[in-house]
C-alpha cells in the first residue's frame, strides 16, 4: 500500500542537532478538493505562499528545528513535490548563464533543506495511515510529522519546544492551540490536565473533530506532533474512525489514555492555509512582512482597503489605479 522512491542526494545538510529526533514525516497526500480546480493537476502543497509553495516553508520549518532527515509520504500527482526538492539542472545553467544569482539561489535552496525522501501512500486511507506509512523508514525512534495546511511563523520555535518536552517527558507531544468554541469542529480537540510547567500540560483525551457540545475543551490540535515510535503498533490497530480515515486522533487518544502524551500550548502566528479564506489572508500576511514586497504592498493594501465600495468589490478603486 505504500511504495518508496529513492531518496534525493543533499548536497549539503542542515546542521547536526544534539537531539535524538532527527526524522520528520510530511504527509502530503491528500486530495487538495477545497481547492479544486486549482489543484486538479497540481497538489495542494505546491500552491504558492507569495513566491514559495506553502511545503517549502514547512520543510524549512523542520530543518531549522535540526530534523535533517525529511519523509514525504505523497500519493497521485504528486511528482512536483519530488521536482521541487530535487536539483533542476537545465534551469540553474540558464540562471547561472545569466548570472543571476538571487534566483539560482532560490532554486537551489529546497534540495538544500535536508536529506529528503519520498513514499507513496497508495490509498487514501486517512491522516493515521499516511503516519503508518513511514514506520519502515522511521524505525525505532521519535519522530516528527508536521501538516502542510498549518504554516507556523519562521520567527516561532513551537517544534524545537516539542522536541525539548519530548526530551525531559518522553512519550509524544501534540501542539494545542486555543480557539473560538465554534471553530473546534474543524480539529482534534483535546483534554487536559495541569503539569506545573508553563505552556505544558498533560493530554488526557483526544477526539477528532467533536460538535462544540461533545468538545473537551477549545484546545485544538495544530498539525505538529512528536511521535513516540509506539504509535505504529496502536495505528496498525485502529480502526477507521471520523469520515471512514484512520485517524492519527484515534490512536494518540490510545496513548493519551495510557498518560503518554503531552501537549505544548501555542500562542503565536500560525497561517492556516487549508480553506480558501484563511490562505488568502495567509498570503497577504506573509506578502506584506517580506522586506522585497512589504512597503509596496502595504501602500496599495491601505488604498484598496480605503477604497472599498459598499458592496465590497473595491470597483472604485480597481479603476483608479
Ligand atoms: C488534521 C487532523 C486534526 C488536526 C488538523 C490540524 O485534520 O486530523 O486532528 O487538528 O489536521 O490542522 P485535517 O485538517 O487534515 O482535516
Not at 534566483?103 to 535552496?109: F, G, K, M, N, P
Request: proline share 7%; aromatic share 4%.
Amino acid at each position: 500500500m505504500c511504495r518508496m522512491t529513492a531518496p534525493h542526494p543533499s548536497p549539503s545538510p542542515a546542521p547536526a542537532s544534539p537531539r535524538p529526533v532527527r526524522k520528520a514525516v510530511v504527509p502530503a497526500a491528500g486530495l487538495g478538493t477545497r481547492f479544486l480546480p486549482a489543484t486538479k493537476a497540481t497538489p495542494k502543497e505546491m500552491l504558492p505562499v507569495v513566491d514559495k509553495p506553502a511545503i517549502q516553508y514547512v520543510v524549512e520549518e523542520a530543518a531549522k528545528a535540526g530534523l535533517d532527515d525529511i519523509l514525504m509520504v505523497t500519493g497521485r500527482h504528486k511528482r512536483a513535490i519530488e521536482d521541487h526538492f530535487d536539483n533542476a539542472f537545465e534551469l540553474e545553467q540558464a540562471l547561472s548563464a545569466k548570472g543571476d544569482t538571487v534566483r539560482l539561489e532560490a532554486v537551489r535552496d529546497p534540495a538544500r533543506l535536508a536529506d529528503i525522501h519520498h513514499i507513496r501512500q497508495g490509498d487514501p486511507l486517512g491522516l493515521g495511515h499516511a503516519v503508518l506509512c513511514a514506520r519502515h523508514h522511521v524505525g525505532d525512534q521519535p519522530f516528527a510529522v508536521l501538516l502542510g495546511d498549518d504554516l507556523i511563523d519562521a520567527r516561532e520555535t513551537l517544534l524545537s519546544r516539542m522536541l525539548d518536552v519530548r526530551d525531559r517527558r518522553q512519550g509524544s507531544v501534540v501542539a494545542l492551540m486555543e480557539v473560538d468554541p465554534s471553530q473546534v469542529h474543524r480539529y482534534g480537540c483535546a483534554a487536559v490536565a495541569p503539569t506545573g510547567e508553563n505552556g505544558v500540560v498533560r493530554v488526557t483525551g483526544l477526539v477528532e473533530k467533536p460538535s462544540p457540545q461533545k468538545a473537551p475543551s477549545n484546545y485544538a490540535v495544530i498539525g505538529r506532533y512528536v511521535l513516540d515510535p509506539e504509535v505504529f503498533d496502536v495505528l496498525e490497530k485502529t480502526a477507521p474512525g471520523r469520515g471512514g480515515e484512520i485517524q492519527l486522533t484515534d490512536a494518540l487518544q490510545e496513548l493519551a489514555a495510557a498518560g503518554t502524551v503531552h501537549g505544548v500550548v501555542f500562542d503565536g502566528l500560525r497561517y492556516d492555509t487549508g480553506d480558501k479564506a484563511d490562505y488568502l489572508r495567509t498570503v497577504v500576511r506573509i506578502a506584506c512582512e517580506r522586506p522585497d514586497l512589504g512597503p509596496e504592498f502595504t501602500a496599495w493594501l491601505k488604498d484598496f482597503v480605503a477604497g472599498l465600495t459598499q458592496d465590497g468589490t473595491g470597483r472604485e478603486e480597481s479603476r483608479a489605479a
